[in-house]
Structures are given as C-alpha cells and as structure tokens.
C-alpha cells in the first residue's frame, strides 16, 4: 500500500496567519482526502482533493478558509487560513487507488493556534 | 467492561482474552466498511474491510462481522495484546464516491 509523508507533524501559529500543510504520496494514488481530527474525537472529513481541479468540500467546510491544492496524483497541500484557536486540531490527508477503500494516512499535523 | 469516557468509549480487555469492538453505522446505501487502528501520535492504520453482501470476513486474530438489518458492524480481536492498546474506528463508504465516514471510536486498553 501506499506511505503518506505529512508535514509539518506539529506547529504553534499566531491567530490570523495561515499554514499550509504538505502531504506527498510515494506512488500515483486516485483518491486524496483531508480530515480534521479534535484531539479525543472521531475524524471529520474537509473535502476531497481532485487532481487538476477544485476540490470537493463537504458540510460546513470552505475553499476561502481550508483551500486545497492537488497538481498530480501522488502531492496535495490543505491551508488553513486566517487562523483561529478553534482551527487548533490534527489534520491528517489519506490517499489510496480508487474501489480499494482501505486508504493510507499521514501521521498528521498537530496545529496550536495561540 | 465498557465505559464512556469524555469522549471515546473504552473497553478494558485483559491480555490473552478476546476483544469485541462494537460499531454503528448510518448510512443503509453504504457498502463497504472498514477498520482502523489508531495509535496515540499516528494516522489510522487499516485493519480489515468488509462488502456489504458479506457478514463475515476473517483476517489475521481479526474477525469483522456485519448485520445489515439492525446496522451494526463489530471486529473481534483474538488473544488480545498489548500492541493492540489504540483507538478502533469504524468507517462505511458508498463505493461511488469513495470517501470515508468514520464512526465514533473505541479506546481499548489492554491490562496485563
């Protein structure tokens, strides 16, 4: 299966700055996700990275706020925007072959927004 | 026995017993399901997947059982040990989109 490398593992941010966290797959993978995890809770999913196009966000998410970039099949970055602490949490991307649905993670980014 | 704790229910399972992980699931038109393991400090690990016209699938000292008529999917570990300490998530996919729905998860903690 395939190994996610995610960075940054963890950041402390000022409010009102921006971060953007990098995920880079070791072979061409189909399908890219992004989840917001709060610390003690279930994953929540942000959108979907489409390869060459917008991505797909789901409920409650925006691309002004969490824009994603994905320009080929094994690379793909989430940006949190204008940062608030309700934005602290661990972002993980996952990724794997369309139809195989037990899909790899990253170790994901521990953000703190002070 | 389980409890609920702040946020994630836990099972205490001594080591060398059988552990069962319980899980509801949502969506009737789902269909496949899947295991993670969770470490503390880690990405979800996959465990074992199940389709929807299956009720069981076996793996290694894993069992994944499926009941689509009350919604209910559970994963037996067998011999429990202590690497197997870590939050289990279930998840349910509809195949056409591919993207995971996780489930609430259960913190296991194994006692020697």
């Known amino acids: 299966s395939a190994v996610i490398s995610q960075k940054p593992s963890r950041d402390i941010c000022q409010r009102g700055t921006s971060l953007t966290i990098q995920c880079q797959v070791d072979?061409?993978?189909?399908?890219m996700f992004w989840y917001r995890q709060q610390p003690g809770q279930s994953l929540t999913l942000i959108a979907t990275?489409?390869?060459?196009?917008?991505?797909?966000?789901e409920s409650g998410f925006v691309i002004d706020k969490f824009p994603i970039s994905r320009p080929n099949l094994t690379f793909s970055t989430l940006t949190v925007s204008n940062m608030s602490p309700e934005d602290s949490s661990i972002y993980l991307c996952?990724?794997?072959?369309?139809?195989?649905?037990?899909?790899?993670f990253g170790s994901g980014t521990r953000l703190t927004v002070v | 026995g389980e409890s609920v704790g702040l946020h994630l229910p836990t099972l205490s399972v001594q080591e060398g017993d059988n552990s069962i992980i319980n899980c509801a699931y949502s969506?009737?038109?789902?269909?496949?399901f899947i295991w993670y393991k969770q470490e503390s400090g880690k990405g979800p690990q996959f465990i074992i997947d199940?389709?929807?016209?299956?009720d069981k699938r076996q793996g290694q000292r894993v069992t994944v059982l499926l009941n689509k008529t009350v919604k209910h999917l559970s994963l037996q570990i067998a011999a429990t040990q202590p690497g197997d300490s870590a939050v289990y998530f279930c998840?349910?996919?509809?195949?056409?989109?591919?993207?995971?729905?996780f489930g609430a998860g259960t913190q296991v903690v194994v006692t020697p």
């Open positions: 996952s990724g794997g072959p369309q139809g195989t649905h037990g899909y790899t």
């Open positions: 072979s061409q993978v189909t399908m």
């Open positions: 990275a489409n390869q060459g196009s917008e991505a797909t966000y």
């Open positions: 969506n009737s038109a789902s269909d496949y």
């Open positions: 199940i389709r929807s016209n299956m």
């Open positions: 998840a349910e996919t509809d195949s056409s989109w591919g993207k995971l729905q």
